[in-house]
Every structure is written in C-alpha cells, then in structure tokens.
C-alpha cells in the first residue's frame, strides 16, 4: 500500500491571500453568543463553513443556526462590507424573536452594532424589536441630524427607560460599535471608535418586566429627517449583560478581524 500524507507549512501567512477565509470569528463570546451577523456580500466567503455561502449576508456566524430572515426593503441597499439604512416599510428581520433571546439569556442580554453614520443621516434604528408589539420591547438607537445620541430603550409593563449618551462626536463620520445591555433592573450602554475612549451610558435605573415579546428584531430602518447616510455592516447578541471591559475586548477583537479580512472597516 501507498503511504500518502499530507504536510501543512504553519510558517505560511494567509491573512492577505484573497479569498483566504479568517481563521478566527468575528464575535468571540463563546456559548454566550446567541446570533453574529456580518450583513454584506462580502462576508460569507470568509468563513471556513460552507454554509455559509448558501446564506450569503443572512449567515448567523455563531453556529447556533440563528440566521436572518430577509433584508426585506433593504436588499437592494446591500453592499459588500453593509446595508444602508433607509426609512422602509417591509423591515429587515431576523428568524428569531425577542421572546427567544429572553428565555435563553442569562439575567439579561447585551447586543453590539458596527454602523458608519453620519452625523446629518435620518435617525436610525440599528436594532431593535419589531413594533408590532411595543410593551416590552427594546432598541438600539441612533438619534442624529443635530441630537447626536445613543440610545439603549426598553420599556416593559408599563415603565420605559433609556440609558443615553449625548454627545457622539469621534464615532459619527468613523467606524463605530454601540452596545447596548438590557436587564428588568437597568439598561447600560457604550460606544467606541478605534483609538478613542470608549464612551459610557448612565445607567437607567427604572424597572421593567420581562423583555419577551414574540417579534423578530429589526435592523437598519431610519425615521425622521436628515441627509447623509448609515450603513450598518455588523451586529451580535450576547445571552448576558456584558461589562465595558468586555466590549472594550470585543471591538478590539473585531477590528482585529476585519483587518485580516481586508474590509477596511479596520481604520
């Protein structure tokens, strides 16, 4: 019999070679990750499940089968490293609903966003649950053309709460993560570009119920006035409340991985 093997070189490089998948994921919370979405054309080639190129930019990249379900009024928004976010009707949704991500967290849960918006663009909506049910529900929200805000809301038998922060400069115009954390006891929330301070939310301290409602969640839907444009490349949920060292750790992570991946949304 014919002997065969097979030897890998590790000293070989492959970041740079194009079409060479990342050899590590883009969200790195373990058994905690509930759902990762890369949202462009991009992605999918990057990723070393095969997979992944049938579901192309609705690829959940946790692994927990927890994909998108339609781009909806937005496909034709899509590009290869985001969507562009616009005021529609017909929502960009997920397979999965709020009531899901309750059951399965931990005491609350956390949802991080990679958005470029800019300052003048529409108020945006990068996640948030659908509004065919408005107590409970949650979101994470954008307010800009003057107000220039982050907004992590929830309201729940009754009571609504926002935790805030006023004043996005360094993010707004840059690639940016937002966060928001949602428990019945409080809402916290955090923003950051690369190289700058991460920026810290107030936390709210107003009780609310449990956050179950059965609606997907929506992403990238814009209200209001404005000019300018956001486009949202990137979202996960985490069956936790995170800390801010935590997301702190996850955003250098993910510039990380898109500097391998070449996206240029590592800058």
């Not at 967290?105 to 065919?132: N, P, Q, W, Y």
């Not at 801010?244 to 590592?266: K, M, P, R, S, Y």
Request: hydrophobic share 40%; glycine share 12%; with cysteine.
């Amino acid at each position: 019999m014919v002997e065969t093997r097979v030897y890998f070189d590790t000293d070989v490089d492959i970041s740079e070679t194009e079409g060479a998948f990342v050899p590590f994921p883009p969200w790195e919370f373990g058994d905690d990750l509930f759902a990762a979405h890369m949202i462009g054309t991009g992605y999918a080639a990057l990723s070393p499940d095969d997979e992944a190129e049938a579901y192309g930019a609705l690829y959940d990249w946790s692994g927990n089968g927890n994909h998108l379900n339609a781009l909806n009024d937005l496909a034709s928004l899509l590009g290869e490293w985001g969507v562009t976010a616009a005021v529609v009707g017909n929502e960009a949704n997920t397979t999965y609903t709020l009531a899901q991500i309750w059951a399965a967290c931990d005491g609350g849960f956390s949802i991080i966003a990679l958005a470029t918006a800019a300052a003048t663009a529409k108020t945006v909506a990068l996640v948030r649950s659908g509004t065919d049910v408005t107590d409970p529900s949650i979101g994470l929200t954008l307010g800009l053309n003057g107000s220039n805000d982050m907004r992590v809301q929830a309201t729940g038998g009754g009571a609504a709460q926002t935790a805030q922060i006023g004043d996005l400069t360094t993010e707004l115009g840059n690639h940016a993560y937002y966060c928001g954390v949602y428990t019945t006891a409080e809402r916290r929330g955090y923003s950051k570009r690369k190289g700058e301070a991460t920026k810290v939310a107030a936390p709210s301290a107003v009780a609310v119920t449990a956050l179950n409602a059965n609606v997907p969640l929506e992403f990238a839907d814009e209200a209001g006035s404005g000019t300018g444009a956001t486009v949202m490349s990137s979202f996960c949920i985490v069956l936790r409340p995170i800390t801010q060292e935590e997301f702190e750790a996850a955003v250098d992570g993910n510039i990380e991985w898109h500097a391998v991946a070449g996206t240029g949304l590592d800058a």
